[in-house]
């Protein structure tokens, strides 16, 4: 089986990204691990034995990489978590400070709102219809 395991989010401090997608987001910290260079393999996931995408959260190195923190997709939502409950994680992460850009809406899809995270990367959260 082929799967898509991570993908890499440019951020500017490892230990407040892990703690905005720990404590705001919910997500689970599964790997921190320094490297023999001074960075760190640091890997967190929306929950825990689920099958799905985690993030490796890579401190930017150069002014490139500096410069696209937050902006990793143009401005577009790049990343979409899915829920089962909605209404308990939108509430949960609005009470963690979570911005959200837009009030709730139903689409034919789920429903839906678009946040920012810590660095301003857009974000789906998503509950798929059924």
Same mark, same amino acid.
């Given at each position: 089986?082929?799967?898509?395991?991570?993908?890499?989010?440019?951020?500017?401090?490892?230990?407040?990204?892990?703690?905005?997608?720990?404590?705001?987001?919910?997500?689970?910290?599964?790997?921190?691990?320094? +490297?023999?260079?001074?960075?760190?393999?640091?890997?967190?996931?929306?929950?825990?034995?689920?099958?799905?995408?985690?993030?490796?959260?890579?401190?930017?190195?150069?002014?490139?990489? +500096?410069?696209?923190?937050?902006?990793?997709?143009?401005?577009?939502?790049? @990343? @979409?978590? $899915?829920?089962?409950?909605?209404?308990?994680?939108?509430? +949960?992460?609005?009470?963690?400070?979570?911005?959200?850009?837009?009030?709730?809406? $139903?689409?034919?899809?789920?429903?839906?709102?678009?946040?920012?995270?810590?660095?301003?990367?857009?974000?789906?959260?998503?509950?798929?219809?059924?």
């Amino acid at each position: 089986m082929r799967r898509i395991a991570l993908v890499t989010l440019v951020v500017d401090d490892y230990d407040e990204a892990i703690r905005f997608y720990t404590e705001a987001l919910g997500f689970r910290l599964t790997e921190d691990a320094p +490297r023999p260079d001074g960075s760190r393999w640091v890997v967190v996931e929306p929950s825990a034995g689920a099958p799905g995408t985690a993030l490796l959260l890579a401190r930017a190195k150069n002014d490139d990489e +500096r410069g696209r923190v937050g902006d990793q997709t143009g401005g577009r939502v790049g @990343f @979409f978590l $899915h829920t089962d409950d909605f209404a308990r994680d939108h509430t +949960r992460m609005r009470a963690a400070g979570v911005t959200f850009l837009e009030e709730p809406r $139903h689409e034919p899809y789920g429903t839906v709102a678009v946040f920012r995270d810590l660095y301003g990367n857009r974000w789906d959260l998503l509950q798929p219809a059924s």
